[in-house]
Each structure stands twice: as C-alpha cells, then as structure tokens.
C-alpha cells in the first residue's frame, strides 16, 4: 500500500476504498458531538436546569473545540495527522464515560467540553488526514468525503441516541457505550492510515489563531461568511429544537427529537452531493440563501405554532451548513498548500464556531427572560441579516470563488 505525505506531497495516492476509510474517525468523532441531544430533556428533569444553562452546556463544547482548534492545526501539520487524532479520541472515549455517568451539570459541562476539544482535532487533523490519502488529483474527492462525514455523523448521532434510549434500558448509558465501541474502531482506522511523517521543519509558535498563507485571506473569509450563520442556525436547533417540538407538538419523545436533528444533517449531507459539480460561488450563494430561509421558515414555525414549518427549517439549515461547509473546504483546498492545510481548516471552523457559540446562548437566556416565542424571533432575525451579509460577501469576492468546486 502506498504511503501517502501528511501534508508533505511526498507518496503516491492511496485506494479510494482508504479515503472512505480515513473519513469513519471524522464520522465516529462527530457522532458523538450531537449523540446528546435528545438526552438533555432527561437531564433537565433527572438534575434541573434552565434553558440558558442547556446553552452554557451546549457552549462549553464550543469552548473546548475552538481552544482545541488554536493548536491541533498547527500541531497536525508539524507533527502529523495521526499524533493529533489519537489523543483525540481517547478523549473522546472518556467524554463517553463521563455522560454515562453524569448526576450534575457539572459533569455534562466536563463531557461537552472534552467532547469539544476531540471534535476540534479531528475538524483540523482528521479532515486534512482525507485530503492527505484522497491525494492532489482527488482535491474535490477529499473535501467531499470530509465534509460529509462530518454532517452524517452529526446528525447520526442524536438519531442513534433518540432510538437507543427510547427502546433499551439506561437511556444514558446505553447510547454512549454503543459510540464507544464506534469510537474504538475510528482508534484502528488511524493506526492503520498510510501517512507519512512531515519531514519540513517546525516554524513560529505552536500554540496561535490559525490563519492561511498570504493570499488566500479572500477563500477564508468567503468560506466562512456563509459557513458560520449556516453552523450557527444548526446549533441553535441543536441545542433548542427538542425545546420547540416539547412546545409545538407536547411531546417528549427522545426519537422525534432526534430525527428532526438526524432529517437536518442528512440534508446538509446530500446537499453536497447534489451541488458537487457547480462552481464555487453558486455553491455559497445557494448555502447563503439556504440559511436566510431557514431562519424565516424558524420564524413562522413559532410565531404560528406550525411543526412543518419547523421542520423546513431544520432542513434548510442543513442544506445551508453544508453547503457553506463545502463551499469553504474546497476553496481552501484549492487555494492553500498540504503543509497549511490543517491549519487553514482549523481557521475555517474557529470563523463558523465562533459565532455558533455565541448566539444559540445568547437566544437561551433571551428566551428564558421574555418566552422562546420571542427569543427564536430575535435570533431568527438577525441570523437571517447575517446570512444575507455573508452572500454579500461571496457576491463582491471577485474571481477566487467562481472556480469549480473542484
């Protein structure tokens, strides 16, 4: 089998059947971001906590996933891929036993936190590892597979929770003993990846906001002007939608739940599909404007108590994050060398989870002073302003986006 350089260009490309296999630890890693969801109505009633804590508990996620992001790019493109991804899931199995056994807010702050730190090596390491093996003349192939598994395996995870702890016993333990064992065959995934050591000496610091290459300012930027309200719209149903269907449709059902996140990723999963071979820009305009109805349809669905509404929402949420989740990754794959490559991914989710952090948090507590009516008003709102902002954005970039998405 032939080696492939960890960002190095050294080696010949791998089977395509290894770039599907390099993506499973991207997928189980991500399973595991979201396999709470449905299970934070239990909580809720088991420990008791508000809904503007369900956010802080959300957020603690995004705190560990972007302090993870300040150096695993980095890291991953001095040291290689698979020196970041191993720690990370053994992280990521100790997060498991931690909400199996959570009994306080406390702990679940601890689980989403270490959860947060896996998911940022592995949106860092584990999707420049599938560009790594997909090889140069596989450019489209790697972010395609990469982008992918990550939104399959978000949105499996919550379906997988929903089920698991509504037909077995121990709902919250259950679940996470089943992404465990998912989490120890991502383990031997890594260990058998043909990548190659870098062989370029380490420069600058390694602990640093990551950035990419002179020049390619104008890709970042237009990847995550549209990627960061479409990743923000997600989180938000993420984190409240279980609240919304307890609202709209009286029910506490841990699979309804779940299937609504499940319905949400599986759009934004086959979005990416259906938009492969269109150009760059028309690739981000769509996910754009995906997003801004996502928000108006949000704002419908609870001004007039309508589920279906609801649900179109959820799904144009999908289409958006992963449209602007491609969009962003191909540009950068285009434009950015193997030996930054990690590092400019790792820029890309710092731009989308900075803003998914903060307003989902702020639209909890803002719901819990004035009504969640009015507060997924609110944040609808100006999501949706935020969203037609980053259009503009991809609008006025000139040429850099008008490439093919390959």
């Known amino acids: 089998m032939s080696a ?28 595991l971001s979201n396999a709470a969801t449905p299970l934070y109505m239990l909580w809720q009633r088991d420990i008791g906590f508000s809904k503007g804590t369900l956010t802080v508990v959300f957020a603690f996620y995004i705190v560990g996933l972007l302090g993870s992001l300040l150096v695993c790019g980095v890291v991953s493109d001095r040291l290689g891929r698979k020196p970041v991804l191993l720690p990370a899931l053994a992280l990521a199995l100790a997060a498991c036993l931690i909400f199996a056994t959570a009994t306080s807010v406390a702990a679940l702050i601890a689980a989403r936190l270490f959860t947060g730190v896996a998911v940022g090596a592995v949106v860092s390491a584990g999707m420049a590892a599938v560009s790594d093996i997909a090889g140069p003349a596989r450019k489209r192939t790697g972010a395609l597979f990469a982008s992918c598994a990550m939104v399959f395996g978000a949105g499996l995870g919550p379906l997988l929770a929903g089920v698991l702890s509504e037909t077995l016993p121990a709902p919250t333990v259950t679940v996470f003993a ?31 906001v990551p950035g990419v290459p002179t020049g390619s300012g104008p890709q970042l930027a237009q990847g ?12 938000f149903v993420l984190s409240l939608g279980p ?3 307890t609202g709209l449709l009286d029910t506490t059902s841990r699979v309804v739940a779940g299937a609504l996140a499940f319905a949400m990723f599986l759009a934004a999963t086959g979005v ?3 938009v492969r071979r269109l150009d760059r820009r028309t690739v981000l305009l769509s996910g754009a404007t995906a997003t801004a109805l996502a928000m108006a349809a949000l704002i419908t669905a609870v001004r007039t108590a309508s589920v279906p509404a609801l649900v ?20 950068l794959n285009a434009a950015v060398p193997p030996a930054r490559l990690a590092e400019a991914n790792a820029a890309l989710n710092v731009g989308g989870y900075l803003m998914a952090g903060i307003l989902p948090v702020l639209a909890g507590y803002l719901s819990d002073a004035v009504g969640l009516t009015t507060g997924t ?5 100006a999501l949706l302003g935020l969203a037609a902002v980053g259009g503009g954005v991809v609008f006025g970039g000139g040429s850099p986006a008008k490439k093919p998405v390959n």
């Open 4 to 31: 492939v350089s960890s960002g190095r260009g050294g080696g010949g490309a791998a089977p395509l059947w290894w770039v599907w296999l390099a993506a499973w630890p991207v997928t189980a890693v991500f399973v």
């Open 178 to 208: 089943v992404e465990a064992v998912l989490l120890i065959t991502a383990v031997l995934a890594v260990l058998r990846m043909p990548l190659d050591r870098p062989t370029a000496p380490a420069r600058g610091t390694w602990v640093r």
């Open 224 to 235: 995550i002007a549209v990627f960061a309200p479409g990743i923000t719209a997600t989180s």
């Open 243 to 245: 609240s919304l269907l």
């Open 272 to 274: 990416q599909f259906a």
């Open 312 to 331: 179109v929402a959820a799904l144009l949420a999908g289409a958006g994050q992963g449209m602007g989740q491609l969009g962003g990754l191909s540009l």
């Open 377 to 381: 008003t609110v944040f609808g709102a």
